[in-house]
């Protein structure tokens, strides 16, 4: 008797263990899925098109596609060699990077020099269904640097100002609905 209930306590602590666990499991999924899931992974980005031009060994392809889960579409090199590039895309959002041999920094002829003084794009955007301030909070615990969120009242949309590694500045853009 003394033997049945000993092992029907330690049956019922395993039991409960085993439980504790399964939940912990499904709550938590596993890494290998996190590292495939982004902060854009339900969010519809609209039509947009942006290319950057940055030098050889960068790694700004990789983060665009890691950032908004981009595909690869192509991969492409120069004839002459000075240049390799890839296009990805989520849906109708396309992105085209190309890896110079001869790409230029601007620091470099003026020093103490910050990127909005330089004539050229400045920032873009991009339109999207987004709540954004979940999306901030998603991407800084992805240690992308999302900065201020702007409410513009003229436009009727929200901004969400983005940094990329090479200090590309993009704008997330949430239009506002109507009541």
């Known amino acids: 008797m003394k033997i049945s ?8 602590k395993s039991t409960l263990l ?8 499904t709550l938590f999924q596993p890494k290998a899925y996190a590292q495939n899931a982004t902060c854009f ?4 980005i609209e039509p947009s098109f942006i290319a950057f031009t940055t030098n ?3 790694k700004l392809a990789d983060w665009y596609q890691n950032t908004f889960g981009l595909k690869t579409v192509k991969k ?5 060699g000075t240049v390799n590039g890839i296009l990805m895309q ?32 400045m920032k873009f955007g991009i339109y999207t269904n987004a709540n954004l301030p979940m999306l901030k909070q998603c991407l800084i615990n992805q240690g992308v640097q999302a900065g201020r969120i702007y409410n513009d009242t003229k436009l009727n949309i ?15 853009i949430s239009r506002k609905k109507s009541l």
């Open 56 to 58: 050889k060994e960068s």
């Open 5 to 12: 209930k000993t092992l029907s306590i330690s049956i019922g």
């Open 18 to 25: 085993f439980s504790i666990i399964f939940i912990c499991f």
């Open 90 to 121: 989520k849906e109708e959002f396309v992105v085209e990077v190309f890896n110079r041999d001869d790409a230029l920094q601007a620091s470099d002829y003026v020093q103490q020099s910050k990127p909005e003084q330089w004539r050229g794009v």
């Open 76 to 80: 492409f090199a120069f004839p002459d």
């Open 158 to 172: 929200d901004l969400l100002q983005v940094i990329d590694p090479e200090q590309n500045i993009l704008e997330i």
């Open 41 to 44: 992974s339900k969010v519809i």
